[in-house]
T-cell receptor, first 113, second 116 residues
Framework: GDSVTQMEGPVTLSEEAFLTINCTYT??????LFWYVQYPGEGLQLLLK?????DKGSNKGFEATYRKETTSFHLEKGSVQVSDSAVYFC????????????FGRGTSLIVHP | GAGVSQSPSNKVTEKGKDVELRCDPI?????LYWYRQRLGQGLEFLIY????????KSGLPSDRFSAERTGESVSTLTIQRTQQEDSAVYLC??????????????FGEGSRLTVL
């Protein structure tokens, strides 16, 4: 079945550091890929998405590129801020099925001043 | 309301008791999803509704779990005879039709269930 694997957290960084959170997937067909973010005390919200190979999703300084050859969708940001501290979830939604999104475990990011 | 609303936000119950969790989706969203998140684990799909119909109930962990949705709005997830392994955060999300393929799910803040 479909699955998403994320790097384990927590990831702890200093402000202005470079961020990478790895995500790889297994899916039939050609899935759409997503990153959701959950800030403390809030619900998950969509951060960015990509719907086909080589697409790059971007939002709020975060980027992720859909790499079909490596089945990956790694999240990156060049300079993190304290306000980026949150839990990040990678997800996929496969075509040919019911489109029910499959989520990874989530990766906690802690950014120190 | 402006977003997806879930209640209660926290529920502590004794083993063997029944619990009801409620989800009020964004107005106009025809698709509604329930997920469960156990500590340290990913989101586990439970069930989704398209309108009032639940085409896929395969994610429900056991026959102690049931869900219903009336009037294309509020949904209730019921857990009967709760067990300690049911302790988790139960998340509800809604979307426009079957938006999962390339669309966006809108999540509530979740209901944290603790079974003693």
């Amino acid at each position: 079945g479909d699955s998403v694997t994320q790097m384990e957290g927590p990831v702890t960084l200093s402000e202005e550091a470079f961020l990478t959170i790895n995500c790889t997937y297994t899916a039939t067909g050609y899935p759409s890929l997503f990153w959701y973010v959950q800030y403390p005390g809030e619900g998950l919200q969509l951060l960015l998405k990509a719907t086909k190979a080589d697409d790059k999703g971007s939002n709020k300084g975060f980027e992720a590129t859909y790499r079909k050859e490596t089945t990956s969708f790694h999240l990156e940001k060049g300079s993190v801020q304290v306000s980026d501290s949150a839990v990040y979830f990678c997800a996929l939604s496969a075509t040919g099925g019911s489109y029910i999104p499959t989520f990874g475990r989530g990766t906690s990011l802690i950014v120190h001043p | 309301g402006a977003g997806v609303s879930q209640s209660p936000s926290n529920k502590v119950t004794e083993k063997g008791k029944d619990v009801e969790l409620r989800c009020d989706p964004i107005s106009g969203h025809t698709a509604l999803y329930w997920y469960r998140q156990r500590l340290g684990q990913g989101l586990e799909f439970l069930i989704y509704f398209q309108g009032n119909s639940a085409p896929d109930k395969s994610g429900l962990p056991s026959d102690r779990f049931s869900a219903e949705r009336t009037g294309e709005s509020v949904s209730t997830l019921t857990i009967q005879r709760t067990q300690q392994e049911d302790s988790a955060v139960y998340l509800c999300a809604s979307s426009l039709a079957l938006a999962g393929a390339a669309g966006e799910l809108f999540f509530g803040e979740g209901s944290r269930l603790t079974v003693l």
